[in-house]
């Protein structure tokens, strides 16, 4: 586990076993064999713009070719420069050109049980009428557009739409506050929010069309809301501001040729969690991007003609973004798209909903799989689960007892796992097994993809041995990679390119083995991940401190069984009493500030925050006391940790 104060990391995992793919998973992969990953991968590292010049020739469609195929100014890279076209033209209109229209893009299931099978010929249908309806309100090339949805399939439809016309969208999970909605409008200046009247999670209805009008009050730039009808609970409805989707789409036609869009245009903007409390708008751009996500999802998921793939992934992160919609379909792939909770009406949904369509490929995060040991077997054991042939794994590192129990209960003993090691700024997947030709080791994400030069750093920025932890940099540019942090140039030189010159900071710990496997160890600043989400502990403080009984607040993560880490905050109050009532009343402040993702599971108050001489606060002493290392586990009363800091102060300051 890492610890950021003395720059020692120590390596607490040592897993040995080997899982190579079995011979029939082999002889019919994409990559099928060591040898031909180690030839691909020198190939792609000795020319690394030769290698992706040819993939951009031969996997994306373009409207006019690209002259130059990289220009790396540190930090700023361009890609495929002079090329032009369309991320949506490659998901849809080249599937149905080459007579693959009738092909089923989507098997969708609603929480509530209603079903839905698109094909690629009536997606593309779809996307052409809301694009046309877009461009009716008056959006254009270059505006952004925040997309605020349940799961459903007019989710990719209103992303597809945007990248038809240009227009940058940004999309905001479903489970975000007001709060969190209005400031990425406001940084993202948006012109219009997309949302719906509602969606369905755990048999409630969720009014979303609620939240979206506490935060348009507070979002100035944005002129019109369109709102999808999904749970018909008739909202309140803005006039001159707020229109229906299918009143919107009723006359639109379905005729709406791609915008022609150069290589370097944006395409998104997604925010994520940094270390500072404000959110970043990662800026990607479309030809790097549409490529990485095409070829890392081919390559990954070993994907073929016929096989049906399940992302189980909400399309407000970029898991969603990369491979459901972008990845998946650039590659034309049947896919299923759930709108709800994996226990609802019980705790075997995911295991029906496989049975039903014949999954072949799960993707999923490991805190469900942890989730789903806790459940128990029983409730896998009623399914047929044989149509599965991989099974994927993403959002942080999963512990080599649920691989182990994902490898046997839900795989069969007969599905590679592929551990997908990536992150919001790279686009795609960095490193992962390929599922042919890569042996798995529980707990790692085993070697990088062709054209990825992974670095371990110490803190004298040397690379350090096999088997030692240090920080994880990317040496080389790659298509995917995030090209800005949306209007602060700043920050984005200052997070990831200033520690090391000339190489991209993960922000990840890692390991290499005498194997050359990578192991990530954890994050080096101050961000949690919780349930495979990133979240600053400085966000959940600011969030604290926004209400008027709390002085001072830390959080930071302690570890739990399910959700790898959970959240704890330390709290000093103003003139208040430490009671459960303010506990809760604090947890609900911050799932307004920032969504039910970021509630704290231990709200502990203290007299006093520890910190160091010079006034900073120990999170390496409060990470102990939350991991029950140290102090009493008490949590009704006022604590004091003056005694501590005295004892401790010492090695700290
Ligand atoms: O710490 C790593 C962890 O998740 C971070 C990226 O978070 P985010 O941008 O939200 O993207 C999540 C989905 C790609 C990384 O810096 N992480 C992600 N995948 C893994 C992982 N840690 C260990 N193993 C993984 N497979």
């Keep these: ?64 070719p690209f002259h130059t195929t990289l220009e790396w100014k540190n930090p700023l890279a361009k890609w495929f420069i002079g090329g032009k076209t369309n991320v949506s033209y490659n998901c849809l209109d080249a599937h149905v050109l080459a007579g693959n229209g009738d092909r089923i893009a989507f098997h969708w299931e609603g929480e509530p049980g209603d079903r839905r099978t698109i094909t ?104 019109k809301c369109i709102v999808l009808k999904r749970i018909d609970n008739a909202p309140n409805m803005t006039p001159g501001r707020d229109v229906w989707w299918h009143d919107l789409v009723a006359n639109a036609s379905e005729d709406c040729p791609a915008t022609s869009m150069d290589s370097e245009d944006s395409l998104f903007i997604l925010y994520t969690s940094g270390s500072t409390g404000k959110p970043k708008g990662i800026r990607h751009t479309t030809a790097g991007y549409n490529l990485y996500a095409k070829r890392t999802f081919e390559w990954v998921f070993d994907h073929r003609e016929g096989d049906v793939f399940w992302c189980t992934a909400d399309c407000g992160w970029i898991t969603g973004h990369s491979y459901i919609v972008y990845g998946p379909m650039s590659a034309g792939a049947t896919q299923v798209m759930y709108e709800g909770a994996p226990n609802w009406p019980q705790e075997d949904r995911f295991w029906e909903i496989i049975e039903r369509y014949r999954v072949t490929i799960l993707y999923t995060a490991p805190t469900a799989i942890r989730t789903f040991i806790k459940w128990g077997d029983h409730h896998v054991d009623k399914h047929d689960l044989s149509s599965l042939r991989l099974l994927g ?40 097994p390929l599922p042919g030709a890569i042996a798995c080791k529980p707990g790692s994400c085993t070697r990088p993809l062709p054209g990825i030069v992974p670095r371990v750093l110490g803190h004298s920025l040397a690379d350090v041995e096999a088997n030692h932890g240090g920080m994880l940099c990317i040496e080389k540019p790659w298509p995917g990679m995030l090209r800005g942090i949306w209007g602060d140039d700043e920050r984005y030189q200052q997070q990831y390119w200033s520690l090391v010159p000339g190489m991209y900071l993960t922000g990840d710990n890692a390991r290499r083995d005498d194997d050359g496997y990578y192991w990530i160890m954890g994050r080096i600043d101050d961000v949690i991940n919780v349930s495979g989400h990133r979240l600053s502990t400085i966000e959940v403080e600011s969030a604290l401190v926004s209400h008027p009984a709390v002085a001072e607040a830390a959080a930071v993560g302690r570890p739990d069984d399910i959700k790898g880490q959970a959240i704890t905050v330390f709290v000093t109050l103003k003139n208040h009493e430490p009671t459960d009532a303010m506990r809760e009343m604090l947890k609900k402040h911050v799932r307004k500030e920032i969504g039910a993702l970021a509630v704290p599971d231990d709200v502990r108050f203290t007299s006093s925050l520890p910190k160091t001489r010079s006034g900073k606060i120990m999170r390496r ?20 940790y003056t005694v501590l800091v005295r004892l401790r102060n010492d090695d700290e300051s």
Excluded at 396 to 421: F, H, L, Q, S
């Design 621 to 640: 002493l409060l990470r102990d006391i939350a991991a029950g290392k140290e102090g009493t586990g008490d949590t009704s009363t006022l604590e004091d």
């Design 393 to 432: 794994s993403v959002g942080e590192g999963i512990n080599p007892e649920a691989w182990m129990w994902y490898y046997e209960k839900i795989g069969g003993g007969r599905c590679p796992i592929v551990d997908t090691w990536w992150q919001t700024e790279t686009g795609g997947i960095m490193m992962s």
């Design 120 to 223: 690629y010929a009536e997606m593309l249908n779809d996307v052409c009428r809301f694009a046309n309806a877009l461009k009716q309100l008056g959006i254009e090339k270059g505006d952004r557009v925040s997309i605020y949805m349940p799961m459903v399939p007019e989710l990719a439809v209103a992303m597809l739409a945007c990248a038809r016309i240009g227009a940058i969208h940004s999309v905001i999970f479903g489970g975000f506050s007001a709060e969190a909605i209005s400031d990425r409008n406001n940084d993202a200046q948006a012109k219009l929010l997309i949302t719906a009247d509602g969606g369905w999670r755990r048999g409630k209805a969720l009014s979303l069309k609620d939240t979206a009008d506490e935060a348009l009050a507070k979002s100035p730039t944005v002129e």
């Design 1 to 64: 586990m890492s610890n950021p104060s003395n720059g020692q990391i120590a390596n607490v995992l040592n897993e040995t076993r080997l899982f190579p793919p079995s011979e029939t998973f082999a002889k019919q992969a994409v990559i099928g064999s060591l040898r031909s990953y180690e030839e691909l991968y020198k190939e792609s590292i000795e020319d690394i713009e030769g290698f992706w010049a040819k993939q951009a020739r031969e996997h994306l469609h373009w409207f006019e």
